[in-house]
């Protein structure tokens, strides 16, 4: 990994910091049993393959290039879900076997690119397979009313938006999908200076600025370097195919505990629940300046990840691998205006789709590239973030090994409790409960119930039946009305009541219309050493 230089740089870091007291707040080759083995996919043949040779995807075994050693390697994928999704959706539509001629029939539309063309001294293989995502900003097939509605106008700055590594474990049995910040410090390898004919010598850059100077092949060479990780095939998607993808899925549906506006995108989400639209999608996997929150290109990430677990689960629960028309429908969306290497086809589709067979949500997990607390000042391009050394080179090593990232659960997983999900955990919400009303009892049902949510109840409820409450009231100061919303969703019905001065905690007057506490539940966060999170647990309850 590159050195930075010095002195080191320190961001700013107040915007978007919690009120006091909100509670809340963001914070060597195949293996016997491996499906890429000779004869280990049934029934797939590798397009323009000779008879008896081993269906492997591409017509050669992954991370095998012409003159390059045999072997597979591990898959890596940014947290930049924009592009992840539509990839993913495509491999795990394969999952549903539809079959080898609906496939095949898709794989003209693909464009090709040679991201390995001259490369040398590449990372060693490892285990599984890595496919190498990056989104660009092209839209220029985008009507013109759509780039007005979803604040897409201006000139594309020919950049990679985002750019992902994916790492599909030997067997299937885990997607690791792992951002990599475009913003990230880096040194560009030397390469050709374009026109001139020149070279251009290794220099310090952002990771996005690795396109923009040499295309596909640059930022190859750039991520292997960086990663140690060797990438097998590369896929390159814009915001066209993206907006078709969604769109031929019937929409996607996100849940969100807070209001999400960004005056750049046009994004304006309400809390609840949203069923979006191919533009609307975009907007939401594109804002990183959502009013009131500081955490820009961090909080955008944990959206796209989310993004891509409500794709995966829309293209697994919504009948469209048991329709070969509908399938067909959606390949060819999220294929549009997609450029990929010539190992990257039909046949990759199937192999992947079979090894993928009984793949889960909870078995698809999202990281994050450990970051320094310091980023550095490139001069004449901005601040650049960059990776911890040590943590960083962890997590790119068990991306080698084909080792999960996500810390083991301590047993069984618990089942997951449908909830709504709110902004501050329930935990973290100090209640004094009052009865409003001549029913005996009910300020300690009341209690007992939000206590059994995780609500913290004082354990000391009052009666003032003199209140005559026909409707449960929520009192909250102003300055705790983030940890109010969350209480409130937990009291169907129930009305607010700004009380200045009032303090942290909060009233409850429970009035004749209560009939129960709702489950809550706050949005789950990263987790372990790499910040990760499985996509079972960021999917809509």
Known sequence: MPTPPRPPYRPERTAGRPRPGSGGGLPGGA??????????????????????????????????RPGGRRGASAVRTARWGMRLATTLSVLVLGAGGIGHAVVTSLDSGIGRVDPFK?????????????????GTDGRSTISAADKRKYRLGGAPCHCTDTIMLVHLAEGGKRASVVSLPRDS??????????????????????????????GPNLTVRTVESMTGVKVDHY???????????????????????????????????????????????????????IEGDGSADLGRMQRQQRFVAAMMARATGSGVLLNPVRFKGV??????????????????????????????????????VPLTTHGVDLKGVGSAVTWDPVKAKDLFRKLRADEPLAPPHPGAAPARQRATVVDVPPSQVRVQVYNGTQSDGLGMRVDDALKATGFDTTRQPETKPALKAARTLVEYDPRWDRSARSLAAALPGSRLRAVKGQGRTLRVVAGADFTKVAPVRAEQGPTGTFGTVTGDQVVCP
């Open 31 to 64: 293996r016997a049993g491996s499906p890429y083995r000779a004869g280990g996919v049934s029934g797939v043949r590798a397009p323009g393959g000779r008879g008896g040779r081993p269906p492997y995807p591409g017509g050669r075994p992954p991370g095998r």
């Open 118 to 134: 001259d490369m040398k001294n590449r990372p060693a293989p490892g285990h599984g397979m890595n496919l190498l995502l990056v």
């Open 331 to 368: 390949v060819s969306a999220a294929l549009d205006s997609v450029r990929a290497d010539a190992g990257f086809g039909a046949g990759q589709l199937l192999a992947l789709g079979e090894a993928m067979r009984g793949f889960s949500l909870s078995s698809s997990e999202f990281a994050s």
């Open 235 to 289: 896929l390159e998607v814009d915001f066209t195919s993206f907006m078709k993808t969604v769109d031929a899925l019937g929409g996607v549906q996100i849940c969100t505990p807070r209001l999400l506006k960004d005056p750049n995108t046009g994004l304006d989400l309400t809390p609840g629940t949203h069923r979006l639209n191919g533009g609307q999608a975009l907007q939401y996997v594109r804002s990183r300046h």
């Open 185 to 214: 410090y880096t040194r560009l390898p030397s390469h050709p200076a374009g026109s001139t004919g020149g070279a251009r010598g290794t220099h310090p850059a952002k990771l996005n600025a690795a396109y923009a100077e040499g």
